[in-house]
């Protein structure tokens, strides 16, 4: 079996069997016997047009996305996995790139995420088909070019056969990832090219699948749900209950583009341990210029995934950081860091004023959350 090497990540495909492994170098000891993986992951990351005309220099001629995200690297740090949701393209030609309402970002975005720490990026959403055939190809092969795991299209059926269940090895624990978008905005998703979308017997195949691999940990990532609804609508109960029903252990979510509650759930497991099962149903925008009320900000979940003598499987340490975004400089910044001066940053006292506004009312929807 050929192993291929990219960047830090190590790929054994396994055509017959459907899925590849990722192996992912251990970085922390294990110790009475537990298990751990310690994860974050961020919302909808956008390159809207005032994005893409900021990030292009017109000394070098090229572009660079690495100021967006020069205040937060340090926020995604010692995790073993950094997740978020591509929800752009990346064309081709430069004369496709452009905002809403059908997004082509230059790979430079890529770039930037992979020099900040991201590992993986989801790329099935509404917004997976806005620059046709050769936009879903590319943004695929960016990805991997610059290090990252794409999940959730795909560039042929036999890509698909050979990337559709993606499962991660780390300290020991085995994790499958699966995502799925409600829809491609009516756009039909050209030739042989695959955009997962959110069904009933595919997602239930997929988790039985991987708990027919031995997966000790599933997480489904869903793209869906009210855009701008404060809290989740029934469509998004639905669907994260049919997960955790089918047998997944997480759900994150997104496209809202605000940040809703979470929720962790205990049910009963065998006669010892309850099963503890975690929904985050919008994780709000990290990266975007949009204007609308709350949405210019999300946060940076974090949780670790233990795994105890016994199997017993736990979702710990659950927590979050509020980021906001410079509408100025489109960057990134972590808010508490800010305001306790940890950052090299001074805002104008007009926009400081709006991330004040931003965090107050992002604290209000977190008490809603249940752990």
């Not at 090497?5 to 492994?21: H, M, S």
């Not at 310690?38 to 690495?66: F, L």
């Not at 590992?119 to 290090?147: M, R």
């Amino acid at each position: 079996m050929n192993k291929i090497n990219i960047g830090k990540l190590t790929f054994i495909p396994v055509l017959f069997f459907a899925f590849f492994i990722i192996d992912l170098c251990s970085s922390l000891p294990l110790k009475n016997g537990k298990k751990q993986v310690r994860i974050a992951v961020v919302g909808d990351i956008m390159c809207h047009s005032s994005q893409i005309t900021s990030y292009w220099n017109p000394k070098t001629k090229e572009y660079s996305a690495d100021k967006s995200f020069e205040h937060i690297k340090s926020s995604l740090q010692g995790y073993d996995l950094v997740l978020g949701n591509l929800e752009t393209t990346i064309p081709v030609n430069q004369q496709d790139y452009s905002g809403y309402p059908r997004f082509g970002a230059p790979p430079a975005l890529v770039k930037g995420l992979a020099n900040s720490g991201f590992h993986i990026l989801s790329t099935a959403n509404n917004h997976s088909a806005d620059k046709g055939s050769s936009a879903i190809d590319h943004t695929i092969s960016t990805v991997f070019k610059e290090g990252l795991i794409p999940i959730g299209t795909y560039s042929s059926p036999e890509d698909y056969e050979n990337r559709r269940n993606l499962f991660l090895e780390k300290n020991g624990i085995k994790i499958a990832i699966y995502n799925y978008t409600y829809s491609t905005n009516g756009i039909k998703v050209p030739g042989n090219k695959i955009v997962r979308l959110l069904d009933e017997k595919l997602i239930q195949a997929d988790i039985e699948f991987a708990k027919s691999q031995n997966s000790d940990f599933i997480i489904v990532w869903y793209h869906f749900g009210t855009e701008y609804g404060a809290e989740p609508d029934q469509n998004q109960k639905k669907w994260a209950e049919f997960a955790l029903n089918s047998g997944a252990d997480l759900v994150l979510g997104g496209h809202p583009h605000v940040v809703q509650r979470y929720e962790k759930l205990y049910r009963p497991e065998g006669d010892i341990f309850p099963q503890e099962q975690l929904i985050v149903y919008s994780l709000g925008n990290f990266l975007s210029a949009q204007k609308e009320p709350f949405t210019d900000g999300g946060i940076i979940f974090y949780f670790d995934l233990i795994l105890e003598e016994k199997k017993r499987k736990r979702i710990a340490n659950v927590s979050y950081e509020a980021v906001w975004v410079n509408p100025e400089t489109y960057a990134v910044v972590p808010i508490e860091k800010y305001f306790n001066q940890d950052l090299n940053l001074k805002l104008p006292s007009k926009s400081e004023k709006k991330m004040k506004l931003y965090h107050e009312q992002l604290l209000k929807v977190m008490e809603k959350s249940k752990n």
